[in-house]
C-alpha cells in the first residue's frame, strides 16, 4: 500500500501531496512546501510509478489542509519511498503553503516499425509487458491519437486506423474516452489481458504543432528539429508567407491556409525559431524548405495559422448541396455519420451546416431504413458548433438502421438577374453596360438552377424615391421575365431578384447580386442633338472665318495711310 498520494489533480501523477504513515489509524496529512526539493519530488514520482517531475509549486493543487505532516524529508533521490528517506522534525510551515507536484507520464508507451519514432503502430508496456494496443470502445478518434502524439513529443496527430494481423495477437486495450478526457495514459489501458486481430497506428506531424487553437488545423505554429532534445519554438511572422502556410497545413493532413494573422492565438513564446522559412509551396514538410538565418523578430507576433478543414463533409442524396444526409470521408469512404453516444440533435445539425458554409440548420428528420456502414461520431466532441474531423470514430464493423436527413437555411443557391432592351421589336441583351434608351422596352429575367419545382420570384426596385417597388411573379422553368414598356427616368435605379420557395415545411428565400440601371436618350434624340451641335460648330468656324479677313483688312489698310 502507498504511503504518498497526489490529490486533487489532472491525473495519479498530479495534485497535492499527501503523506501517510504505516499506521493504519494515521489520516492522510499535507507536506509543507519548505525545503521539500526536487530530490524528494523524484522519490515520490518514482514511488506513483510516474515519471520524472516536470512541475514543483506550493499551492498548484490548493492550499495546506490540516492535519500537517510533521517531518522534513532529506531524501537523496535514489530512494524507492519517500517514508524510507531520512528526516527530521519540523513544529512550524513558515510558507504556509502545501507541496503541489506534477510528474510526468512514465515511459511506457511507443510508436514501433514506422517511418520514424514519431509514427507506426502503438505499443504499451504493462507489467512488464510490451504489447500493441487496441481500443476498448468504438470512439478511438484522431483526437485521441493526438494525446498520444503530444505525450510521445511528437506534435500532432495526422491520422490514425487500424492495422489488420493475421492471427489472434495479445494485446492491451485502451479506453479512448477517457484518454480524450486528458486522464494519464496508463489510466486509461484495462488490466484485463486481451487478444484482438487488429492494432492501433498512428502517424504524427513530428515536427510541427499548431497550440491553443480550437482544433487541430488552428492554432500558433511551433516547429522543432529532427533533434530529440530540442524544444519546440514559436515562429516570428515576419516573411512568413502563404507559401509556407500551405506547406504547414499539408504536413498537418489539413486543407489550404485561411487565416494568417500574428498573435491572433496568443503572443510570442520564447524560445523563437532562428531560421527564416522560405518554401515554395509544394514541399511535403515545412523541414525541408529551403532557410535562411534570422537574428531578431522585428514585429514581436509569432505566426498563427488556422487552416482549413479538409474536404471531407458533404450533405449528398437531396436537390441541395445544402440539404440531404450527412457523411464524412475517412480511409477514402464517404458514410453517412451518426452520433452513437446520443440522438443526432441540432447541435451536431448546425455543425454540419456551418462546416458546408450554409448557414444553420431548419430541420433534421430521422427514419428507419435498412441497416448500412455509417461513421460514428461522439457529440461531446463537437466544440462550438463546429464539425472536425478528429472527432469521427474509426471504427470500421459499425452500421445503423437509421436514416438521417438535415435541411440547413442557405438550401436555395442564388438567383442570377440579367436584362434586355427592345429596339425596333429587337431583343438585344446587356447592351453598353445596363445602358438603356428612353422610350424603349426592356425586360428584367430572374432565374435560378432547377433544384425544386414551383416558387416565385419577387423583383425588388429601388430608386432615388424613398418608396421600394417590388413585382411578383410565378417561377416557370426556374425562371420569371418582368417586362417594361417605354423606359423613362422612374425606371433608373438598382433591381434585385428574390426567389421564394416553401420546401420541408419551411419558407425559404435567395437573393441574387444587384444590377443597376441608367437610361440614355433615344437615337433619334441624339441625331438631332449631334446635327444641332455641328450646325453650331460650323456657325462658330465661319464667324471666326469672316471675323479674321475683316481684322486683316483693316490691319493692311492702317499700315498704307502710315
Known sequence: MYSVRLVNGTSLCSGRLEVKSNQSNQSWSS??????????????????????????????????????????????????????????????????????????????????????????????KKEGWWRKVDAEDSAWN???????????????????????????????????????????????????????????????????????????????????????????SSVCEDDFDLQDAEVVCRELGCGAPSVLQGALYGDMEAPVWTKDF???????????????????????????????????????????SCAGTPEMKQQGQWRPVTDWDTEWDQKLSSAVCKRLDCGSA?????????????????RSCVQSDWLVRECLWLTIYMTSPKNLEVVCSDLLAQPNISFSTHID???????????????????????????????????????????QKTYTLPAVNHTAHFLFSAAGSTHRGEYRCVYHLYVFSHNFSSESLPLHLTLAAPLTELIIRLVVLLLGMMSLITALCVTSKVLHIFIQRRLGFN
Not at 102 to 111: A, R, W
Not at 188 to 214: A, Q
Not at 302 to 315: F, G, K, N, Q
Not at 362 to 378: A, E, K, L, Y
Open 31 to 124: 507536506v509543507c512546501e519548505d525545503d521539500f526539493d526536487l530530490q524528494d519530488a523524484e522519490v515520490v514520482c518514482r514511488e506513483l510509478g510516474c515519471g520524472a517531475p516536470s512541475v514543483l509549486q506550493g499551492a498548484l493543487y490548493g492550499d495546506m489542509e490540516a492535519p500537517v505532516w510533521t517531518k522534513e524529508f532529506q531524501c537523496r533521490g535514489h530512494e524507492s519511498a519517500l517514508l524510507g528517506c531520512e528526516s527530521s522534525d519540523r513544529n512550524t510551515c513558515s510558507s504556509g503553503k502545501a507541496a503541489g507536484l506534477t510528474c510526468s507520464e512514465p515511459d511506457n508507451f511507443q510508436l514501433v516499425r514506422g517511418s520514424s519514432r514519431c509514427a507506426g503502430e502503438l505499443e504499451i
Open 142 to 232: 484522431l483526437k485521441a491519437a493526438d494525446v498520444v502524439c503530444r505525450l510521445l513529443d511528437c506534435g500532432s496527430a495526422v491520422s490514425t486506423g487500424w492495422k489488420e494481423m493475421e492471427m489472434y495477437t495479445g494485446i492491451w486495450r485502451i479506453r479512448s474516452t477517457c484518454l480524450q478526457s486528458k486522464s494519464a495514459v496508463r489510466e486509461c489501458i484495462l488490466t484485463k489481458y486481451s487478444t484482438s486481430l487488429s492494432n492501433l497506428e498512428i502517424t504524427c506531424s513530428d515536427s510541427v504543432r499548431l497550440v491553443n487553437g480550437t482544433s487541430l488545423c488552428s492554432g500558433r505554429l511551433e516547429v522543432k528539429s529532427n533533434q530529440s532534445t530540442q524544444s519546440w
Open 278 to 320: 522560405q518554401c515554395r509551396g509544394h514541399e511535403s514538410a515545412l523541414l525541408d524548405c529551403d532557410s535562411s538565418d534570422r537574428n531578431t523578430c522585428s514585429s514581436g507576433k509569432a505566426v498563427r495559422l488556422t487552416c482549413s478543414e479538409p474536404d471531407d463533409v458533404r450533405l449528398s442524396g437531396g436537390a441541395s
Open 362 to 378: 431548419v430541420s433534421t428528420n430521422i427514419s428507419s431504413s435498412r441497416r448500412t456502414p455509417v461513421w460514428g461520431i461522439s
Open 425 to 467: 421589336g429587337v431583343s438585344e441583351a446587356t447592351q453598353q453596360g445596363l445602358l438603356v434608351l428612353m422610350g424603349s422596352d426592356f425586360t428584367i429575367s430572374c432565374s435560378i438552377l432547377p433544384q425544386y419545382p414551383g416558387g416565385s420570384f419577387q423583383l425588388i426596385f429601388n430608386t432615388s424615391d424613398p418608396e
